[in-house]
């Protein structure tokens, strides 16, 4: 008491004012107390107590001589709010109203899940959120949060695992609960196929884990033009463009990104230069040779529309097999890879040769004489045969040559001319023995 007494002594010859009240915040709170209220003013050094009203504040910080930190008591109405020192008791009429504070109310989360280690910043949506004072995942307490408004609360999400209810609590009490849930890291394991153009545009298929929720599927650095989530276990996603080459395939879900391991290979478009022979007829069963690049895992070698039998030799080479052609001329031979088809090379399909004509018809035992032949298609020529017996030959003309008839038994000879379109039906040539004496 004495010194209780001396300290006044010393206060009144110091000349020191009494303390002021200017204003407190927030200007009310529940009237079952609690509320941590901002006292404003001046001369609160040496605060003794704070009162609402006729009581006592539970517990109060002097945080400078113009800031005082307390905890409201309980209380109802309308009160006076006073602070004391040995100066003497403030009396300014600040004042702090006690309300029936309703207890808040949680309406959504979003986004309503993160990875186990925590950090999303997740937006509590709802009503009477303006006074909190923790949120809570489950048991454990956010690190930090924002009130926005009185209907919107921002809060990060500390580490966890499972579904937890995300609470909010005010003066008012502790909101219902919203749930929110740590999801795993997603895992690719397997991309079907894992090949196709750099132009992109084909679907694949991800096979893995724990792609519920995924927001994004990428080749590379590369986005997929779309994807679907088909299962927890499935991803169907239409590739991008890209350039030849492998890329990483990778999915982000709630949980995180998935780490590098599944490889999608851009490839290029095959390169056709060249087919040997670059005719045939047209019945098909010609053998031909195709030289370019790119041939490798070839799916298809097509003459025009038809699809042909092929071999793939080496990444430059391809024998195939000509199929058979309904009219004469020439089609665009391609080659199909997963990289897409190559430009054509043209091969002709052409028609037997026509023999319509022999002059002379008959000649001697020993040949050599000249036989003139007429029709059509002589134009590629490549032999002509009396019987088995091959004929040296000129072409003349598309529609004619003339061949020297080589020597043989008496008798009628068939007379063809081969070209890469066929052989042409026999005209009947015969020897004649020389006359008798």
């Not at 899940?113 to 925590?118: E, I, R």
Request: aromatic share 6%; net charge neutral.
């Amino acid at each position: 008491m004495n010194a209780s007494r001396n300290l006044s002594k010393v206060f009144s010859a110091l000349a020191v004012p009494p303390p002021s009240v200017l204003s407190v915040s927030p200007g009310s709170g529940s009237v079952a107390g609690g509320t941590s209220v901002t006292v404003t003013g001046a001369n609160f050094t040496g605060a003794t107590n704070v009162r609402f009203g006729a009581n006592s504040a539970t517990s109060f910080t002097v945080n400078s001589d113009t800031r005082i930190t307390a905890v409201a008591p309980a209380g109802t109405g309308t009160v006076q709010v006073t602070v004391t020192t040995p100066a003497g008791i403030s009396s300014q009429f600040v004042t702090y109203a006690y309300t029936q504070v309703t207890g808040p109310v949680l309406s959504s989360v979003t986004p309503p899940s993160g990875p186990a280690a925590g950090g999303t910043t997740v937006t509590l949506m709802g009503s009477g959120l303006s006074g909190t004072t923790a949120v809570r995942f489950g048991a454990v307490v956010a690190p930090s949060f924002t009130v926005v408004s009185d209907a919107q609360v921002m809060a990060v999400a500390p580490a966890g695992s499972g579904t937890v209810q995300i609470t909010v609590s005010t003066p008012g009490g502790t909101s219902n609960g919203v749930a929110y849930t740590y999801a795993s890291v997603p895992v690719v394991s397997s991309v079907s196929p894992n090949q196709g153009p750099v132009s992109g545009g084909n679907t694949v298929i991800l096979t893995g884990v724990n792609f519920s929720g995924a927001a994004a599927v990428t080749f590379g650095s590369a986005p997929a033009t779309s994807f679907t989530v088909d299962s927890p276990t499935r991803i169907s996603a239409v590739v991008p463009a890209g350039a030849a080459g492998a890329v990483q395939v990778v999915v982000t879900g709630p949980g995180g990104t998935s780490a590098p391991g599944a490889t999608y290979f851009y490839l290029g478009a095959p390169v056709l230069s060249s087919i040997t022979p670059a005719s045939g007829t047209l019945s098909g069963g010609t053998s031909v040779t195709l030289t370019g690049s790119q041939f490798l895992n070839a799916t298809a070698v097509r003459f025009g529309a038809a699809a042909a039998s092929f071999t793939v030799v080496s990444d430059t080479l391809i024998t195939a097999v000509a199929p058979p052609a309904s009219a004469a001329g020439s089609v665009q031979v391609t080659v199909t890879t997963p990289g897409g088809t190559s430009a054509g090379v043209s091969y002709e399909y052409l028609a037997a040769p026509v023999l319509t004509a022999l002059s002379p018809a008959a000649g001697p035992l020993s040949g050599g004489d000249i036989v003139t032949l007429t029709g059509s298609g002589f134009a590629r020529t490549t032999s002509v045969h009396f019987g088995t017996g091959t004929a040296a030959f000129t072409v003349v003309s598309d529609t004619a040559l003339t061949a020297v008839a080589p020597p043989g038994p008496p008798g009628p000879v068939g007379v063809t001319v081969t070209t890469p379109g066929g052989t042409s039906t026999a005209l009947t040539y015969s020897r004649v023995p020389p006359p008798t004496i």
